[in-house]
Nanobody, 112 residues
Framework: EVQLQASGGGLVQPGGSLRLSCAAS????????MRWARQAPGKGVEWVSG????????DYANSVKGRFTISRDNTKNMLYLQMNSLKSEDTAVYYC?????RGQGTLVTVSS
């Protein structure tokens, strides 16, 4: 069974940091370009970041560039998102996805 399980969300103050993790199983993780996406309350899904199969190339939405860092560990089938300098507008449910499969998300709330 293909599974993507995100974790690491929580409540953080503006300017704070969080690290999200995504555990992948049921498919060959190292062969997939992986992405993080998010959905804020009442809004559509927004692509946040992507990483190539070997981790050598990363892409970011303009809204998070310079603040978020995506990484992966193919030996552990894990995807990560380090989020720094968080803003209230980063509040959303964050998902990891390979573009066709979207796992269970984790809620990030940025509030004072």
């Amino acid at each position: 069974e293909v599974q993507l399980q995100a974790s690491g969300g929580g409540l953080v103050q503006p300017g704070g940091s969080l690290r999200l993790s995504c555990a992948a199983s049921g498919f060959t993780f190292s062969t997939r370009y992986m992405r993080w996406a998010r959905q804020a309350p009442g809004k559509g899904v927004e692509w946040v970041s992507g990483i190539s199969r070997d981790g050598s190339k990363t892409d970011y939405a303009n809204s998070v560039k310079g603040r978020f860092t995506i990484s992966r560990d193919n030996t552990k089938n894990m995807l990560y998102l380090q989020m720094n300098s968080l803003k209230s507008e980063d509040t959303a449910v964050y998902y990891c996805t390979d573009g066709s499969i979207r796992g269970q998300g984790t809620l990030v709330t940025v509030s004072s």
